[in-house]
């Protein structure tokens, strides 16, 4: 059975780092691309980026190149999603999401609070 | 990148009705790599229909996908009170993927 589970939540101050992970079991983690996808509160889904496992290929969306670091640790089955400074604005649901055919299977989401 | 239009934004049915959801693309959907999910509160998103048209695994005949190129509609026939939620279409034939802002079906 395919499986993403995700990272606790966090609440953090503005300018602080994060790195939340989602590891991934019940399938060969190097052969399908896994990636994260944002909700704003009350808002709808939108497209962070996603990465290739079996050779690190990454790709983001517009509004989030050089704003987070996605990346992946395949011994361990592992994608992460990173900040270096964040932002009140960004407060949200991550999820992470296995690509197939569209997202076949989701993480629970993990709540990242950013407050002061 | 590739914009999705989703309308109406809010749809008002009653249990058994049909829902009819559209789902525009700015640009033409690549081998019409057209997704639908339907979220509820406090849920992740659940994959529906995949390649416009197909239903994926678990997923009621009750839901159907259709279109091509441009224009995708997702129909649920028979409504019943477990399906009414926020409804999404993503493209993955470009990148970079994106979503619609989604139709949300409510209880008339």
């Known amino acids: 059975e395919v499986q993403l589970v995700q990272s606790g939540a966090e609440v953090k101050k503005p300018g602080e780092s994060l790195k939340i992970s989602c590891k991934a079991s019940g399938y060969r983690f190097t052969n399908d691309w896994i990636g994260w996808v944002r909700q704003m509160p009350g808002k709808g889904l939108e497209w962070m980026g996603i990465?290739?496992?079996?050779?690190?290929?990454?790709r983001y969306g517009p509004s989030f190149q050089g704003q987070v670091t996605i990346s992946a640790d395949k011994s361990i089955s592992t994608a992460y999603l990173q900040w270096s400074s964040l932002k009140a604005s960004d407060t949200a649901i991550y999820y992470c999401a296995r690509y197939t055919y569209g997202i076949d299977y989701w993480g629970p989401g993990t709540l990242v609070t950013v407050s002061s | 990148e590739t914009v999705l239009t989703q309308s109406p934004g809010t749809l008002s049915l009653s249990p058994g009705e049909r829902a009819t959801l559209s789902c525009r693309a700015s640009q033409s959907v690549s081998s019409n790599n057209l997704a639908w999910y339907q979220q509820k509160p406090g849920q992740a998103p659940r994959l529906l229909i995949y390649?416009?048209?197909s239903r994926a695994t678990g997923i009621p005949e009750r839901f159907s996908g259709s279109g091509s190129g441009t224009d995708f509609t997702l129909t649920i026939n028979r409504l019943e009170a477990e399906d009414f939620a926020v409804y999404y279409c993503?493209?993955?034939?470009?990148?970079?993927?994106?979503f619609g802002q989604g139709t949300k079906l409510e209880i008339k």
């Open positions: 390649g416009a048209a």
């Open positions: 993503q493209q993955y034939g470009t990148l970079p993927y994106t």
């Open positions: 990465i290739y496992p079996g050779d690190s290929s990454t």
